[in-house]
């Protein structure tokens, strides 16, 4: 990489992570907003509960860098409010249990989903022709920033 490149890579890293904060920024600022009455901590869980079924709660607390008794709370909270359930102990370890969503912990989610797909989508909307070109362009080197 010449110095010129590195230079241009520095700049743009620059741009990139101040134009990711911003958009983070408001995509948590509509989450607030739109999570149903749970707390953003309890809509990002059961967020991860869908996407990973079964998971145990201490892997959630690992998961999410928050200590077991934390998410353990967590966890009894939306268990309470119908959201979530647990499975049948595992054979081999009785200590752990799955997390599933229930119906209504689906019904929240994808409720949930499609209200930030909305906000996403009415954001977009506002681009001109150069810049949704330009948008579409920028997807796959972004996903190949964001792959370890």
Not at 37 to 44: I, R
Not at 107 to 125: F, K, P, S, Y
Not at 127 to 141: C, G, K
């Amino acid at each position: 990489m010449t110095t010129r490149q590195s230079e241009r890579s520095v700049q743009l890293a620059e741009e990139l992570r101040d134009a990711i904060k911003l958009l983070v920024r408001e995509i948590r600022r509509d989450a607030e907003r739109q999570t149903s009455g749970l707390s953003l901590m309890q809509a990002m869980l059961l967020g991860v509960v869908s996407h990973h079924p079964g998971i145990g709660v201490a892997e959630l607390a690992r998961m999410k860098q928050v200590r077991t008794p934390t998410m353990s709370a967590q966890v009894k909270a939306l268990e309470g409010a119908g959201l979530l359930a647990r499975d049948a102990p595992d054979p081999e370890d009785r200590r752990r249990t799955g997390l599933q969503l229930t119906e209504a912990g689906q019904a929240i989610t994808d409720e949930m989903h499609a209200q930030r797909l909305d906000w996403l989508v009415q954001r977009v909307g506002r681009l001109d022709a150069a810049q949704l070109d330009a948008l579409a362009a920028a997807i796959e080197p972004l996903k190949t920033i964001a792959r370890p």
